[in-house]
């Protein structure tokens, strides 16, 4: 079973806050290399996993050699948390050999130009041609999302020469105001059609 739970937010938790919720150490851990918004995002996120999965210490999460986050101990459980300007979010799959990937991003941040940069330089040939018969921000943040999730989603990272297999996954788009969220899944799993709404951070 999937879930996915999202936070829209005006100002975010400050980031004492959130590494009082958490625990500075493991905050330190969660957020290496982050600074500023999205360091304060990346907390939110974990935040949301924790208030999910209350009774896992997030001590027990570890990342693999490419950087993907996993929980070490719990083989039945796996997460993917993705936030954008306003917006964090985070899936959570248990069952059988769980796997999921998740990426967001906003509506109108994209130019003409910088989507055609993004789209030579990271999308195949198929994907190039599948955003130029429907030329937008909305096609292209789908195909982005897609791509991201799915990289997310193997824990291999963005391969500018191969597109994701999004045949042998299950792939969901959502809308929630101005941000486009993707998840993806193995094949044969649901995605939920409704989203989890975290109440604020206290």
Partial sequence: MVRIRVFSYQALPPKERLEAILGAPVAAFLSQGRRGTALQETLTGFCLLSQMLPEI?????HK???GRPF???????DFSITHCS????CALEDGDAPKVGLDAECLGTQTE???????HRWFTPSEQADFEASFGEENFLSIWTAKEAAAK??????DRFSAPNLAEMECRHYHVGDVILCAVCRKGIRLPD????AEPIE
Avoid: D
């Fill in 64 to 66: 693999t050699e490419k």
């Fill in 71 to 77: 929980l070490a101990g719990f083989p039945n459980l």
């Fill in 86 to 89: 306003g917006f964090v979010a």
């Fill in 113 to 119: 130009r910088s989507m055609r940069l993004v789209a």
């Fill in 153 to 158: 989603f193997t824990g291999n990272g963005l």
């Fill in 57 to 61: 210490p997030l001590e027990s999460v």
């Fill in 194 to 197: 409704e989203l989890e709404f």
